[in-house]
């Protein structure tokens, strides 16, 4: 591989004793996690990919919220995923994904408040959640929420699990 400065070309340069680059690499510290997966483990699992939709009915006009834990639950389930995450994404331009308590008063308070449109851009429409012993790892007042903002309509949510078995 001309051209390419790999480790293993600039090992030979050092033992030949010249110098293909004056480039200098510092090494930047490691980040501290507070939990670590097991390294054997992930090395010898198997990889997975896996996507799959839901359809979902709105039935009140406007702003409706749907909740998505028992789904993404399903789906991990389904995909046999240990560690890794969760990507949820609405397939809509006037819809949104987002993480938030389910809690009846909030919910009906903000079916009144601002444009379909406005609120998709804020709230976002995706939201990715880390997988771990075959868990998402939401707080226990966390829940993904989809939420129709010009119902009522049919739509549609992609669940991606990825991660390691």
Known sequence: MTGYITPRSIASSLAR?????????????????????????????????RYETIDL??????????DLSEHIDRAIERAGVREGAVHVISRHTTTAVTINE???????DARMNCHSHLLSMLIGNSAVVPVSEGK???GTWQSVMFVELDGPRERTVGIQVVGIK
């Open 17 to 49: 004793g010249t110098s293909r680059t004056t480039r200098t690499r510092t090494r930047t510290p490691r980040a501290r996690w507070t939990r670590r997966a097991p390294i054997a483990r992930a090395a010898a699992s198997e990889h997975v990919y």
């Open 57 to 66: 009915g709105t039935t009140l006009g406007g702003i409706d919220f749907k």
């Open 102 to 108: 389910n809690e009846e008063r909030l919910i009906d």
């Open 136 to 138: 998402t790892t939401l």
